[in-house]
């Protein structure tokens, strides 16, 4: 049976919803209501891992609409995590279809986070913004169908069936997982997360897993696309059908672009690095400890020069060796580990490792972002393996997030070489 139900009010929400959890290495599959007990997606060998449904509701009325969401649930079966995809802007029944869904699963919490930083929608305050304005001062608010009176959404999840409801607030957002896990676990049967970045759904996906493994807790999540998604990988129930292998970043760059973009994946990937500085040059040492970040599970992990101390000039001559010596390591973590793609940051890393790996070039697929693309090495013995290269001074501080996320799709989705 698939692992998640995801249900949709609209086609085209529904579809890009599915998109985000196949980015993730879910096999996600986009079918609209009515389902009947013959749909092939809702056979035990489907093969599904996500199930995204898209019931039509948007513009129905509230009780159309809570019963669709109840047949919906009842065909689909027992998942391991329900979510109620929500519009950006909030239009539609979002109270009546989170009730129901409660209705549907009377011993889970609702995680109300329909903050969609990369779309320009976030929460703050308990007031959900488009663009930095108030959402009943947005487009959403003139919707002739199905317009938005509020801002805040605690008002317009409604009475919720009698449910208390707890707004989150970003302060205890950005305390951290331990201060998040510690607000969850006294908030209410509704909680409504304040949240302006991706590093903020991460933390608050962590923090309700950890309730999940600590106290039990069952989360139906109510969100607009990459919350609930974050909550699958965070319950672990990512990357989806059998063993998807890890990804290997390499990083030269010590620009503090750079630095905040290796941030936003230990937030939002919980990517783990192990550091190299100029007094630990040693290929095999470093590779050894990739293989102790492989053998703790985390799927990205990588390699990344350090910068001197504060006021002590970088050495010239370690910093003309190191992409030589990142490369050689990198070689070793491959040969020696089972990774299944390879991330390049730097021009100069990328044609080392490219050296170092016997490849004869690299066979381009797409560009991710300006400046940055992916695709496979071509000849050697690595040949067929996913590889994605980007400029350290690159992209804002979610570019190299994407790249990794595109190798992870790859993988998930079209699998090549097997990883030794």
Known sequence: MPKLLVLGDDLTGSNATGALYARFGLRAVSVSAPLTPSSPCVRADSGIDALVVN?????????????????AIELAGPVELTVKRVD?????????????????????RALVVPAFPD?????????HLVDGKPLAESPAARDPLTPVRSSRIRTLLGPAGGRTVTELSLDVVESGVDGVAGALREAGEIVVCDATTNRHLSTIARAAARLTTEDGTRWVSVDSGPFGVRLAAALGLAPGRGEVPPVLAVVGSITARTRDQLTETEQVLDARYVDVSSDRPDPGEIADGVGALLAAGHRVVGIRAVPPAPGVPADPVVAARLPAVLAEAARLALARHPVGALYASGGDIAVEVTKALGADGFEIDTEILPLAVAGRLVGGPFAGLPFATK????????????????????????PGRKPS
């Open 119 to 127: 779309a320009g929608r976030v929460t703050l305050g308990g007031l």
């Open 55 to 71: 019931l039509g509701t948007r513009h129905a009325d509230p009780a159309r609409a809570m019963a669709a969401v109840r047949a």
């Open 391 to 414: 400029g350290g001074l690159i992209g804002d501080a979610a570019a190299a997030v994407q790249c990794l996320e595109h190798l992870n799709y790859v993988l998930a989705t079209h």
């Open 88 to 108: 950006t802007t909030l239009r539609g029944n979002v109270g009546a279809e989170t009730e129901a869904v409660l209705d549907a699963a009377p011993a889970a």
